[in-house]
């Protein structure tokens, strides 16, 4: 086989996995379409507790941290800012809508160790669960990046309004 012909065999399977890859990120989009975030400003009237520099890691199906949601604006991992407030939860991801989560949306927060193709210490992720509806849970993860983990899982247990966090 010439140099040619190999590089152009290299070139289509190279194109045949990207072809997949998009197919199947499609699939994914459109099973995940009746899951979305809640954008919107945090109210105007509410006392900031705590703010935390984190790395957004993914959104997943309740209790099942290797399943990776396409959310609209949840589906990569990104920078963002978690701000705790009396009234729920802002996340500033880069280059997306403020994402509020009111607390009756949050039903749970723990400490975890793995999420998706994130693996870290023992418990150094924060693991948030949230209603994105009636009868849909969801699980979001970040990893602190200037605090512990703990202190970020204690911000949010401290705005619950029953203790319903526990470790994972």
Do not use: C
Request: net charge positive; proline share 5%.
């Amino acid at each position: 086989m010439s140099r040619e012909g190999a590089l152009l065999i290299t070139i289509a399977l190279a194109l045949a996995l990207i072809a997949l890859g998009v197919w199947a990120w499609r699939r994914r989009v459109r099973r995940d379409n009746a899951i979305s975030a809640p954008f919107g400003e945090t109210p105007s009237d509410v006392r900031t507790i705590a703010a935390f520099p984190v790395l957004y890691v993914a959104t997943t199906k309740h209790g099942e941290p290797l399943e990776r949601l396409a959310v609209k604006g949840l589906g990569f991992r990104s920078r963002a800012d978690v701000t705790v407030t009396d009234a729920g939860l802002a996340v500033d991801l880069t280059g997306q809508p403020r994402i509020f989560l009111p607390l009756d949306r949050i039903t749970e927060v723990a400490q975890a160790t793995v999420a998706i193709d994130r693996v870290v210490e023992r418990d150094g992720l924060v693991r948030i669960t949230w209603r994105s509806g009636p009868d849909v849970a969801v699980d979001s993860y970040f990893r602190p990046q200037d605090a512990s983990a703990r202190a970020l899982t204690d911000a949010v247990r401290g705005i619950l309004p029953t203790q319903t966090g526990t470790d994972a």
